[in-house]
């Protein structure tokens, strides 16, 4: 049930965990979440770069991997209330590593507009992310710019979906 | 409101349109093959593009004097029609928000009410109508008022308004489009604008922001 949720939300390229039986392939979880919490955009990647050393050993089967999968919306949703704790603490978008789950972060950015940018991912650098968020926020302005596109509502374009998997094969 | 004109302003632009050489090669509405146009995905444009480019006057006015007579025909009553207005402007302030916060490389989010006005009173003035609007101030008598003066407001310029309608401030456009931006910031907040002429500038404009009490609150914690 919560494979079908997920591939109808990310736009259906269904990339998540790879085919690669590589042991734990790690996987970073995008979510665009709007002003009233509403998400308004989901995707998973597979992360290329990682900071750290794939572990050799334990490779989780793939159908317990698809369980873990409606986690990373429990976890993203659940550090939005550190967002919202940070928010007037600093003038910042960036806001780094804001929460911590089970050894994956939970990084945040905050945009004028107050729409939220979270970002699971395992261990990585700050810079690769900041860019991946900068980024990602370009693309966000350009679609609220169009005057089709009712503010807070999902954002379905396959085009954008393209250029943010883009950017994340660059950055992440 | 000027309402003689209207119907054959509309049909001109119609007919100007339709003989217009296309572009790209759509030469009859019979061709089947599509020549390839210079369509460009808006998520390729360059945000910066258009960030020195003006629009004139003149369309501004034609495209306003338009949404007016558009929204006037389905509204009954003025509290509507400003109601309206501040609809239209509060479309424009969401996204003039994230685009000139962005443009403004080194700016950013603003988190206290002062600067928040301040921005609005230069940076969003200065983008929209091509100058710093011309006031800030705040009210002496409650806390949580704050004014924004324009001595000679671009939308009211070209509409003339007749007697019976005479309640109606155009104003209300760009209190809409303040209303969007003290949103967006989550500074919620009630936007009026109020016409006070004075002998220089008879069609001068305050834009009244009234802060809700929790903004208040805030700012005194944030203090």
């Known amino acids: ?172 | 409101m000027s309402s003689s004109a209207s119907a054959t302003s509309r049909l001109s632009v119609m007919s100007m349109a339709a003989s217009l050489p296309s572009v790209g090669g759509y030469s009859s509405a019979a061709s089947s093959i599509y020549a390839k146009r210079n369509t460009t995905n808006i998520l390729e444009r360059h945000l910066n593009k258009t960030r020195g480019t003006e629009v004139s006057v003149n369309a501004f006015a034609f495209l306003f004097s338009e949404m007016l007579q558009y929204t006037q025909k389905r509204v009954n009553g003025i509290q509507d029609l400003e109601r309206k207005l501040n609809e239209l402007g509060y479309r424009v302030g969401i996204r003039a928000l994230d685009l000139l916060v962005w443009r403004d490389k080194n700016s950013k989010r603003e988190t206290r009410v002062l600067g928040m006005l301040y921005f609005i009173h230069t940076t969003v003035w200065k983008t929209m109508f091509g100058k710093q609007a011309d006031s800030l101030e705040k009210s002496t008598e409650n806390e949580d008022e704050y004014m924004i003066s324009d001595n000679d407001p671009m939308v009211s310029k070209f509409i003339s308004i007749p007697k019976d309608v005479s309640q109606l401030n155009c104003g209300a456009f760009m209190a809409g489009i303040v209303e969007a931006i003290m949103d967006g910031c989550q500074f919620p907040s009630r936007v009026t604008a109020h016409t006070v002429p004075i002998d220089s500038f008879p069609l001068r404009t305050t834009i009244l922001i009234k802060l809700d009490r929790e903004v208040l609150d805030r700012e005194e914690q944030l203090k």
């Open chain 1, 1 to 172: 049930m919560n494979a079908t949720h997920s591939s109808s939300s990310s736009g259906g390229s269904g990339i998540g965990s790879g085919p690669l039986g590589q042991g734990n392939s790690p996987t970073c979880y995008f979510v665009i979440i709007g002003t009233k919490d509403n998400p308004i955009y989901e995707a998973e990647f597979v992360s290329v770069n990682t900071a750290r050393s794939s572990s050799g050993g334990a490779t989780i089967p793939e159908a317990k991997k698809e369980e873990f999968r409606h986690l990373n919306q429990f976890i993203a949703h659940s550090a939005l209330d550190m967002v919202e704790d940070l928010q007037w603490s600093t003038n910042q978008m960036y806001l780094k590593a804001i929460d911590k789950f089970n050894e994956r972060f939970i990084s945040a950015y905050l945009t004028a507009g107050n729409i939220k940018l979270l970002l699971l991912h395992d261990a990585k650098s700050d810079d690769a992310i900041r860019n991946f968020f900068n980024d990602c926020y370009e693309l966000y302005i350009k679609t609220l710019l169009n005057p089709f596109y009712e503010p807070n509502s999902i954002i379905s374009s396959s085009a954008f979906d393209t250029k943010v998997r883009a950017s994340a094969k660059r950055y992440l």
